[in-house]
């Protein structure tokens, strides 16, 4: 049985979904992992309101309202619903690759990661348009008592593979050598691994699952999790990963990763111009400035610039330029130290205190006012 009550509450967290990825969409401005995130998060919150309100018209179809409760019409191992949910999984699963090494997920490489999907949606769509032996499952006694025939076998296969291919991407992450990237992890990284763990645990139980209690869960085990996840993206452009250090405070381990990262001769060329104006004019300090401004001053088009602050490790302007005026704070600090956080900060070109303090201590692990205190000490 399903409890209608917690399908209707579902309902408005999914329209809050489909708010917070519009604002993320929004805000990406030139960030296109960002943007790839916002896009994510509304075409989710829009399946998710089309099923769950096709779900509630068809409870409440032919009453004189809704009942508290309803018989479950799920059929198991649905060949639709596993297509549906592996293209949602694997798009998912390349966030915190993307995140560590911006601008390596080219389109071929999004291609090449999609066979899987292709794959799946191809059997299927064979399957479906060309046999028609369709074995309908209501229950998990059913698949155990089809489980001889050979459209339940296809769909169990297409099913395994519908939960090992998404998995198997995060072991990328552990993967540096094959994968050189500057970026470090962070705690987020693991939040949204818990949180693909939990969605794939809902996925799997409702697949499988003998109540209409996992289907009530799923979509809660979707749902929060993304908002969740809104949220970050709302916060941070790129919550995934840390900032690189600055080339000066790089580790041996990590100056041979940046050598063998690929990039051409006007990529290294640009890049130097780029620290060189950073150094000498510090143009950051000034609160205004903007990526218009940089393309002027350094004579270049958006395109080229974005694959110099990829280079470096960073997934748009505002990231870097944030950073940049970070470690300008911090040079500040230890240079005046009797200057208070209130003066440095908007010296080094911040305006809001709350995003600076935020910002910091996502970055340094302490507040501002800690880490002034710290180079007192």
Same mark, same amino acid.
């Given at each position: 049985?399903?409890?209608?009550?917690?399908?209707?509450?579902?309902?408005?967290?999914?329209?809050?979904?489909?708010?917070?990825?519009?604002?993320?969409?929004?805000?990406?401005?030139?960030?296109?992992?960002?943007?790839?995130?916002?896009? #994510?998060?509304?075409?989710?919150?829009?399946?998710? #309101?089309?099923?769950?309100?096709?779900?509630? !018209?068809?409870?409440?179809?032919?009453?004189?309202?809704?009942?508290? &409760?309803?018989?479950?019409?799920?059929?198991?191992?649905?060949?639709?619903?596993?297509?549906?949910?592996?293209?949602?999984?694997?798009?998912?699963?390349?966030?915190?690759?993307?995140?560590?090494?911006?601008?390596?997920?080219?389109?071929? &490489?999004?291609?090449?990661?999609?066979?899987?999907?292709?794959?799946?949606?191809?059997?299927?769509?064979?399957?479906?348009?060309?046999?028609?032996?369709?074995?309908?499952? &209501?229950?998990?006694?059913?698949?155990?008592?089809?489980?001889?025939?050979?459209?339940?076998?296809?769909?169990?296969?297409?099913?395994?593979?519908?939960?090992?291919?998404?998995?198997?991407?995060?072991?990328?992450?552990?993967?540096?050598?094959?994968?050189? !990237?500057?970026?470090?992890?962070?705690?987020?990284?693991?939040?949204?691994?818990?949180?693909?763990?939990?969605?794939? @645990?809902?996925?799997?139980?409702?697949?499988?699952?003998?109540?209409? #209690?996992?289907?009530?869960?799923?979509?809660?085990?979707?749902?929060?999790?993304?908002?969740?996840?809104?949220? #970050?993206?709302?916060?941070?452009?790129?919550?995934?990963?840390?900032?690189?250090?600055?080339?000066?405070?790089?580790?041996?381990?990590?100056?041979?990763?940046? &050598?063998?990262?690929?990039?051409?001769?006007?990529?290294?060329?640009?890049?130097?111009?780029?620290?060189?104006?950073?150094?000498?004019?510090?143009?950051?300090?000034?609160?205004?400035?903007?990526? @218009?401004?940089?393309?002027?001053?350094?004579?270049?088009?958006?395109?080229?610039?974005?694959?110099?602050?990829? *280079?470096?490790? %960073?997934?748009?302007?505002?990231?870097?330029?944030?950073?940049?005026?970070?470690?300008? %704070?911090?040079?500040?600090?230890?240079?005046?130290?009797?200057?208070?956080?209130?003066?440095?900060?908007?010296? @080094?070109?911040?305006?809001?205190?709350? @995003?600076?303090?935020? *910002?910091?201590?996502?970055?340094?692990?302490?507040?501002?006012?800690?880490?002034?205190?710290?180079?007192?000490?």
């Amino acid at each position: 049985m399903v409890n209608i009550h917690v399908l209707c509450t579902e309902l408005s967290l999914d329209a809050i979904g489909l708010v917070m990825g519009t604002i993320v969409l929004i805000r990406s401005s030139d960030n296109k992992l960002q943007r790839a995130w916002g896009f #994510l998060a509304i075409t989710l919150s829009i399946l998710l #309101l089309l099923d769950n309100t096709e779900w509630v !018209y068809l409870y409440g179809k032919g009453g004189k309202g809704l009942p508290d &409760r309803a018989i479950l019409l799920l059929d198991h191992l649905s060949l639709w619903h596993i297509v549906r949910t592996v293209i949602f999984f694997q798009f998912f699963s390349l966030f915190p690759l993307a995140s560590l090494k911006p601008g390596w997920l080219t389109l071929s &490489r999004i291609t090449n990661f999609c066979i899987p999907i292709i794959l799946i949606t191809c059997i299927a769509c064979c399957y479906e348009l060309f046999n028609g032996q369709y074995t309908k499952l &209501r229950s998990f006694s059913d698949i155990i008592k089809h489980i001889d025939k050979q459209d339940v076998i296809l769909r169990i296969f297409l099913f395994i593979v519908s939960v090992i291919t998404p998995s198997v991407n995060f072991l990328f992450l552990f993967f540096k050598r094959w994968i050189p !990237y500057r970026r470090k992890q962070n705690h987020s990284t693991v939040i949204y691994m818990s949180c693909f763990g939990l969605i794939m @645990s809902g996925y799997i139980w409702l697949m499988l699952g003998t109540s209409g #209690l996992s289907f009530n869960i799923f979509g809660y085990l979707v749902i929060v999790p993304m908002i969740y996840l809104n949220r #970050l993206y709302l916060r941070n452009e790129n919550p995934l990963s840390l900032p690189p250090n600055p080339a000066e405070q790089l580790k041996s381990e990590n100056a041979e990763v940046v &050598r063998e990262m690929e990039a051409s001769v006007t990529v290294l060329e640009l890049n130097n111009q780029l620290l060189s104006l950073m150094k000498e004019q510090k143009p950051f300090i000034n609160p205004e400035y903007s990526l @218009s401004d940089l393309l002027g001053e350094m004579n270049t088009n958006e395109h080229r610039l974005t694959n110099v602050l990829r *280079y470096n490790g %960073f997934s748009g302007f505002r990231e870097y330029i944030n950073f940049i005026r970070l470690q300008y %704070f911090k040079e500040q600090a230890a240079l005046h130290k009797d200057s208070t956080v209130k003066e440095l900060m908007f010296k @080094s070109g911040f305006t809001s205190r709350s @995003s600076f303090y935020r *910002y910091f201590s996502s970055i340094e692990k302490m507040s501002p006012t800690e880490y002034i205190e710290k180079l007192k000490e």
